[in-house]
């Protein structure tokens, strides 16, 4: 198995059409056809279901479908960065958050004026990842926490919640959150796999309070259905409140307690590991946020290397 056969049937299992395939991989159907024989005879059972010239993925094919993907994007990314190194030219610029405050969108709006080459890679989910490559990211939006020692940073903005609950909750009428709505009362959070779950959680244990039926999500779109469901009342961060106002099953409640607030930091990569455009990206975030006038973030540890 290689590189090209995995390649080979990506294109056969999107366009499921052999004849069709071999014109866009340029070369003969019946070199395709003998390549996808091979792959399967490899792997030891079928990975299409055929009719007549339609070819479809079967079960097992779905699977390897998955697998398959996943190492030519790793491949992909690895020419790219190995091509960087050389060059440094790279169009890409990755950002890691655990939600992107207005301002910041506003920003990368800006930039992309300036740059309209710049493809933005964005993540907003490294709160709930196990590991986080920090070498990853041009820059990272993250809490001034101990996960988060490691990074040196400049202080970015403090992150404030809403209290989500559903139009038909007796609580939407009210003005402001409190913290003796949560008895008893159903709670969704966000939690990544094996991690602790998000930070409002860790604020209502150490309350003490005691809610009813808990859910916990890796996504923020079921996040929101179970609110808008009726299921649960939840905390959103504002960086990630958009999607909830717009819901018109859900009434948002300001969250005005300070211990539901938590202050978050921005942090670069050094700068002899960025690209050309990297080094752009870094100086216009800087100057757009006059960052150079707030202090920056002691760190206990490094700097993202």
Do not use: W
């Not at 080979?8 to 019946?30: G, M, P, R």
């Not at 150490?206 to 009726?230: K, Q, V």
């Amino acid at each position: 198995m290689d590189i090209r056969q995995l390649r080979y049937f990506n294109t056969v299992a999107h366009l499921e059409n052999i004849s069709k395939a071999a014109d866009y991989l340029h070369i003969s159907q019946s070199a395709l056809t003998k390549q996808i024989q091979r792959l399967e005879a490899e792997l030891g059972i079928p990975l299409f279901d055929r009719n007549g010239k339609k070819i479809r993925l079967n079960k097992a094919g779905m699977r390897f479908y998955d697998s398959s993907e996943l190492v030519l994007r790793e491949m992909q990314s690895a020419r790219e960065d190995i091509d960087m190194l050389v060059t440094r030219k790279d169009h890409r610029i990755r950002i890691g958050s655990t939600g992107l405050p207005q301002k910041m969108l506003d920003c990368l709006g800006e930039f992309a004026v300036a740059h309209p080459e710049t493809i933005f890679l964005l993540s907003n989910r490294i709160e709930f990842e196990e590991q986080i490559d920090i070498n990853q990211y041009d820059a990272l939006i993250c809490p001034d926490e101990y996960r988060f020692e490691k990074l040196n940073g400049y202080p970015f903005y403090e992150e404030t919640y809403f209290f989500a609950v559903n139009t038909k909750n007796a609580l939407a009428a009210r003005k402001v959150f409190h913290l003796e709505f949560l008895k008893d009362l159903p709670l969704t959070f966000m939690q990544g796999e094996g991690l602790d779950p998000e930070y409002p959680y860790k604020v209502c244990t150490a309350t003490g309070m005691e809610p009813g039926t808990l859910y916990f999500s890796d996504t923020r779109e079921a996040h929101r259905r179970l609110i808008a469901d009726g299921r649960a009342a939840g905390f959103v961060p504002a960086s990630e409140a958009e999607g909830y106002k717009n819901d018109p099953d859900i009434v948002l409640l300001p969250v005005l307690d300070d211990r539901f607030s938590r202050s978050m930091k921005i942090c670069f990569r050094r700068e002899k590991h960025l690209s050309e455009l990297g080094l752009l990206f870094r100086a216009f975030v800087i100057r757009y946020f006059d960052l150079e006038k707030a202090s920056a973030l002691p760190s206990s540890k490094e700097e993202m290397k």
